[in-house]
């Protein structure tokens, strides 16, 4: 942990938050390759989960609800965490809304479910959807946890990934299984080491207050085999609560749908892929660090350097070759920093898959090195085929 904490920190992912003033227990703020990091995390699931189906529904709902909301869910008299004491805290932030006397309380949401629940109708009125259908999530939530922990996985504000998935109530098993199978499937093409994860049913007595069966998907993290996502049956709890109902065209009866919930924190996903990712060995005598990630969620694809950087006619090869890529890539880095050893180094420290070299045969033969991170071996390939080359390799 220690090591994958100093790296996010070196190396410009995850920063303490407000760190100048001490910091703040329970907050991070994200660097620029942790942005990029989480940003290809999120399109991967929004592809997969939204963009690719017929069935899901994207929603982007506000961080703060009307109070009732919380109160109808069952958070305001459950969503408390035992204190030292035995009393029970209720972890939902206060914040009040509107001036002077006017001013009512409200809660900063502590999950983005609700935000679903609360726009039912408005999804149905407006896309006509048919059972089984879901609504897709992905945004900030807030918990006042008592004692945050171990970096990003135990924080008080994090980011969701939360899909609401409503079927008829007596199909709830078949929906279940089909979204293990497809939760699991995601992880594991983003690059989760699956020999880490492990299933726990967990029991009636743990489960909150809204589930018929919860199976929490653990990840042996360093310190300890601990929760990185979820999936619950709902069942038809939350639409009940908030009095919704939907007209089933097959029957033409009025029914309350259930709900199956796959939930995702950004945050410890993106914990446990630098723990599956991070690799030492021994190049040269001296201890490499390299993140292991796939390049579509590196979040640099490639880094053009030129061999020196005092050579004019290598460094403007090497920018031509560099504005090429990153018009087709984006994720694409120009490195003339010290020499090209720690420039590697650097990449792969970030997990850049691949680095391009401009040196003295390119002038002559139009070809150009490609280091591959893990096994840092050296191709030589035509500059004129290099976006097809890494495209294939990217793919
Ligand atoms: P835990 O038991 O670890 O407190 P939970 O069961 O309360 O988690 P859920 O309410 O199921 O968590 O939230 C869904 C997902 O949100 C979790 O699987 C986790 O990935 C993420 N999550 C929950 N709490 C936190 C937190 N404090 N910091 C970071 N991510 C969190």
């Known amino acids: 942990m220690e090591k994958i ?3 996010c920190k070196r190396r410009g992912f995850v920063f303490p938050s407000s760190e ?4 703040l227990a329970g907050f991070y703020d994200w660097g620029h390759y942790g942005v990029a990091l989480k940003n290809n995390l999120k399109k991967s699931w929004w592809n997969k989960f939204v963009d690719a189906r017929r069935d899901m529904f994207g929603l ?3 961080l703060i609800l009307n109070p009732k909301v919380w109160e109808f869910s069952g958070h305001v008299a459950g969503f408390s965490d035992p204190l030292e004491d035995g009393k029970q805290f209720n972890v939902m932030f206060k914040t009040s809304v509107g001036a ?3 001013a009512t309380p409200a809660y900063l949401r502590p999950e983005t479910a609700q935000g679903i629940f609360v726009n039912f109708k408005n999804v149905v009125d407006s896309f006509h959807p048919k059972l089984p259908f879901g609504v897709a999530q992905i945004g900030k939530a807030f918990r006042n946890e008592i004692a945050p922990r171990d970096f990003i996985f135990r924080q008080r504000e994090f980011e969701q990934m939360e899909i609401e998935y409503f079927v008829r109530g007596k199909e709830w098993e078949k929906y279940f299984e089909y979204w293990r199978g497809e939760m699991l499937g995601w992880i594991k093409e983003v690059g989760i080491d699956q ?4 299933e726990l049913e967990v029991p009636e007595k743990d489960r909150a207050h809204y589930s018929k069966r919860t199976i929490d998907f653990e990840f042996d993290y360093p310190f300890g085999r601990k929760e990185l996502f979820g999936l619950a049956y709902r069942t038809d709890f939350d639409l009940k609560n908030h009095r919704l109902e939907y007209l089933d065209e097959e029957t033409k009866e009025k029914i ?5 919930e796959p939930s995702l924190g950004v945050d410890r996903v ?3 892929l630098l723990l599956s990712a991070y690799s030492e060995d021994v190049k040269n005598k001296e201890v490499r660090v390299y993140l292991k990630l796939k390049p579509q969620i590196a979040p640099v694809i490639a880094c053009v350097s030129p061999l020196l950087k005092n050579k004019p006619e290598l460094v403007k090869y090497a920018e031509k070759i560099f504005s090429e890529l990153k018009r087709e890539y984006g994720r694409v880095e120009f490195d003339d920093n010290g020499n090209i050893g720690k420039r590697y180094r650097r990449q792969d420290e970030i997990g850049t898959p691949y680095c391009v070299t401009v040196d003295f045969d390119t002038l002559t033969d139009g070809t150009v090195t490609v280091r591959d ?6 191709k030589r390939i035509k500059v004129s085929g290099l976006i097809q080359y890494l495209g294939e390799k990217i793919e």
């Open 270 to 272: 993106v914990l446990a």
């Open 195 to 198: 020999k880490k994860v492990q």
């Open 256 to 260: 309350v749908p259930h709900v199956i």
């Open 373 to 378: 991170r893990d096994s840092g071996k050296q």
């Open 100 to 102: 002077g006397e006017e």
């Open 60 to 62: 982007d709902s506000a």
């Open 20 to 23: 100048i003033y001490g910091g």
């Open 5 to 7: 904490v100093s790296l």
